[in-house]
């Protein structure tokens, strides 16, 4: 063997050994589960049955956009920069589950009023919406869970306790759809968060309450303020894909036409799984060597081209192949919806190549407030545009916005991230950015 294949062989030794494989096979195995569980609830629920489902979920998922207040994030981030130091971790996972969990409970007791008495533009969401009011309870204990393991570099047992929690959601949600329609939808989130909190505690050991063993006095205001401005981060960006069935809703609310809209974003947003993925193994070392300008700039180039050069690819496949893709998975029924389809075909190329690496990856370099800016700017753009171009051009008015939004979110990302890696370590090495 030569020195050549020598090296590649221990690249991907190290890969293995350090979890890569785990966490990306674990995506693959999760997206894959999700991708059948939508084919099956397409076809098992009835286009408006599944329209009224898309309706209260995006009414929750708006809502659940502050969940624990960013503080999931924000343990993450001091426990990956003290290297996973396991009692730190132990601490700050504690402080951050009772500050996030009395949080949500706010969060909870708002979806029961907007379920009870606010008014909806489609009614028949109104029972699934009160029944989801405890959710975010369940599902913040959980994301703390799997942050908890992420910050330990258990990439393996993160990785096969993310498939759980996706497999048991999609059993339980196929069968008791079966039975309750879509309250049966309802039921599979719940028996999945919960079950797999279960498992987290009781299988992997992780302790989400534990007396502090040590004093972290000194970072509780550095974790509230990562943890805010990471809520407003995530949430901002997320509201992007939120608001666009949001606003439809609003100007056409019809359930066959959110359902079809449904049905053209379920392939490019389960391709996100691909960045995210790579993200998910990479963000601890990111941080850990946020002070190190060649090795942060060497690694991100890597990702950049490659990931950049299989983005496109399926990209490509994606918007030649659409009328078939459509018609053979979801069916002639929503056929409609193939211009959308392409549209957010071509946006997952630039989401997955720029917008999702540098907008993780810049909060590895703590630039909160910049990512802030971003997510306030593309929030803005988003509620304008969805405004306008969903009255113009309906459902495809809804893709334009987004490619738009994208577009600007990831050249302001991209260009503020290679400006961070060339300045890293100017500033002190754990405070939190001035502007």
């Known amino acids: 063997m030569n020195t050549k294949e020598s090296s590649i062989t221990a690249k991907v030794k190290k890969l293995f050994t350090t979890g890569f494989f785990h966490i990306f096979g674990g995506n693959v195995i999760n997206k894959v589960i999700t991708f059948v569980s939508g084919i099956v609830l397409v076809h098992l629920l009835s286009k408006p049955e599944y329209g009224v489902f898309t309706y209260a979920w995006n009414i929750y998922g708006i809502v659940f956009l502050f969940s624990g207040m960013g503080m999931d994030s924000s343990m993450l981030q001091l426990s990956s920069e003290h290297g996973g130091e396991p ?11 009772r500050f996030g969990f009395l949080f949500n409970i706010l ?25 989801l009011c405890l959710l975010p309870l369940f599902q913040y204990l959980f994301s703390m869970i799997s942050q908890y393991l992420r910050s330990q570099k258990r990439n393996k047992e993160y990785a096969t306790l993310a498939v759980i929690n996706t497999s048991i959601c999609f059993v339980v949600s196929v069968g008791a759809a079966l039975l309750f329609r879509a309250m049966g939808l309802v039921l599979g989130y719940y028996a999945a968060a919960i079950i797999s909190v279960a498992l987290g505690i009781l299988l992997y050991k992780v302790h989400l309450y534990s007396k502090d063993t040590i004093d972290i006095s000194a970072d509780k205001k550095a974790l509230l303020s990562i943890g805010l401005v990471s809520m407003v981060n995530n949430g901002l960006s997320q509201l992007m894909y939120l608001l666009d069935v949001f606003v439809l809703g609003i100007v056409d609310p019809q359930e066959t036409i959110l359902a079809s809209y449904k049905v053209a ?3 490019p947003t389960a391709l996100t799984f691909i960045p995210q993925s790579l993200m998910v193994y990479v963000y601890p070392y990111f941080a850990e060597h946020k002070d190190d300008r060649d090795w942060c700039l060497k690694r991100y180039k890597q990702i950049l081209l490659g990931l950049g050069a299989f983005n496109l690819l399926i990209s490509a496949v994606l918007c030649l192949g659409a009328p078939l893709i459509i018609r053979l998975i979801f069916g002639y029924e929503y056929l409609d919806c193939v211009p959308v389809f392409i549209v957010l075909s071509i946006n997952y190329f630039i989401s997955g190549t720029f917008r999702i690496v540098s907008g993780n990856l810049l909060v590895t370099q703590r630039r909160l407030k910049f990512n802030l800016l971003v997510a306030i700017v593309s929030s803005v753009t988003n509620i304008i545009a969805d405004y306008f171009f969903i009255q113009w051009w309906g459902s495809m008015g809804a893709a334009f ?3 738009l939004v994208v577009i600007i979110s990831s050249i302001m990302s991209t ?8 300045h890293a370590g100017v500033t002190e090495k754990n405070s939190i950015e001035k502007g």
Request: aromatic share 10%; glycine share 4%; proline share 4%.
């Open 87 to 97: 009692e730190y971790t132990k601490s700050v996972c504690s402080y951050s589950t």
């Open 107 to 131: 969060l909870s007791l708002a979806i029961l009023i907007i379920g009870l008495f606010c008014p909806l533009k489609i009614e028949a969401g109104r029972p699934l919406l009160i029944a």
């Open 265 to 267: 974003t379920i392939i």
């Open 401 to 403: 916005a987004t490619v």
């Open 415 to 422: 260009v503020r991230l290679i400006y961070s890696f060339k």
